[in-house]
């Protein structure tokens, strides 16, 4: 693909920011406060359009209810879009709830599944009143030991729980359905892989879509492949971009495996139109600032993104159709060493857009305003609310 092709494709890759990245995060063992993190909803919102003034290319942030509730969310709305953001993803939170012990849809107790249901029928209608179109639903449902509770049962729990929300969607809001393969439970979990997550938005039906989340697969895990597949199933509805290196650790994409990001990215580079896929970033930030975290990360998506668009694919399928493995590697190896870092800088630049805006916002002296504007908040990790 040549550079203005490459240039096009970027300038159209958007990429949505998490509220929750914005704020103090932590660990169950302690949450270290960092001087000037947002605390409120509209401080992250204030964060996110600082980010996409620097970066030109993350126009909306993602919700979570309730963390960011409000009582007035077409407010809201107009608060994000004064500042030339949109409010993207709304998050249902099934997990912070004492409620939510043995689950929430999957849950014996039918009490507790109907609660678990209003609060995501509550998201759908906040979904509308701040113009999204996307409810993004990850369950922490699942069971600590054998013989807790039934599987099965659990299944088909699950299966009516979220057909009753599918059915309260209205017309052009999708349902992405987001799996993990642990934690928080340690024996079973009720949405643990790509397969499952397929399986149930085949039965619900085309606004019913599977989001990847980069952190939720068991080590050695062919991501990518699940990309591949997702894709020609037209099941792919988003990411959650994140890294890891032992479990669901959501450090700074790109940060621990580039080149997995590449492969990934390379999926997505042969598609023609990505726009209907959710490109979203979810991380926290224990030990590092907020934003240029989010910032480095947006870069790195775009540094993979680009190297993927490089890729030379006739030769690519020269070589695979010849079965000259090692060529067809070595295509891919060239984009991946290939630096477009000084491509990227000519799109920022091209768009009056700072050429590293990592760099921009380190030394621009927002930090230190923020520090000394919103001081350094305390939270308490859950072993010390003990
Ligand atoms: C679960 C998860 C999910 C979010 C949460 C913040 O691990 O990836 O997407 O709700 O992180
Ligand atoms: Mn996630």
Redesign the pocket.
């Known amino acids: 693909m040549s550079d203005t092709a490459v240039l096009e494709r970027l300038s159209r890759l958007e990429i949505e920011t998490?509220s929750?990245g914005y704020g103090n995060s932590g660990t169950r063992f302690h949450v270290y406060p960092w001087p000037g993190a947002a605390r409120t909803v509209h401080e992250r919102i204030d964060d996110a359009a600082l980010v996409h003034r620097l970066t030109g290319c993350c126009p909306s942030v993602a919700l979570?209810i309730p963390w960011d509730a409000v009582d007035d969310y077409r407010a809201l709305r107009r608060y994000a879009e004064e500042q030339d953001l949109r409010i993207g993803a709304i998050?249902p939170?099934l997990f912070g709830d004492d409620a939510y012990r043995l689950g929430s849809l999957c849950h014996p107790d039918a009490s507790v599944r109907g609660r678990a249901l209003a609060h995501c029928r509550e998201c759908v209608e906040i979904a509308v009143e701040v113009g999204s179109s996307v409810i993004?639903l990850?369950l922490a449902d699942g069971t600590n030991y054998p013989g807790q509770d039934d599987l099965r049962a659990r299944h088909a729990r699950l299966l009516d729980g979220l057909q009753e929300l599918y059915d309260s969607l209205p017309a052009g809001m999708r349902l992405l359905v987001?799996y993990?393969f642990f934690?928080p439970a340690f024996y079973s979990t009720d949405l643990p892989d790509w397969g499952t997550a397929a399986l149930v938005c085949r039965r619900l039906g085309p606004q019913a879509q599977v989001l990847v989340?980069t952190?939720?697969h068991p080590q050695g895990t062919n991501v990518e492949q699940i990309v591949a597949l997702l894709l020609a199933e037209d099941l792919l509805g988003g990411f959650?971009f994140n890294n890891r290196k032992y479990a669901?650790d959501?450090l700074i994409v790109g940060s621990i495996d580039p080149f997995e990001l590449f492969r990934i990215m390379c999926e997505i580079a042969r598609i023609d139109s990505p726009e209907r896929i959710a490109f979203m970033i979810?991380q926290s930030h224990n030990v590092e600032g907020k934003i240029d975290a989010m910032i480095q990360s947006v870069t790195n998506i775009q540094l993979a993104y680009a190297k993927a668009l490089s890729v030379d694919e006739d030769a690519l399928g020269t070589a695979q159709r010849a079965g000259d493995v090692l060529a067809a590697h070595r295509v891919l190896l060239e984009a991946f060493e290939t630096d477009v870092r000084p491509l990227l800088a000519r799109l920022r630049e091209t768009r009056g857009l700072p050429p590293d805006p990592v760099e921009a916002f380190r030394s621009g002296g927002v930090a230190e305003r923020l520090a000394r504007e919103r001081g350094t908040s305390t939270v308490e990790s859950a072993y010390e609310r003990t």
């Open positions: 998490p929750w979570h998050n939170n993004s990850w987001e993990k934690e989340d952190g939720h959650h669901d959501d979810d």
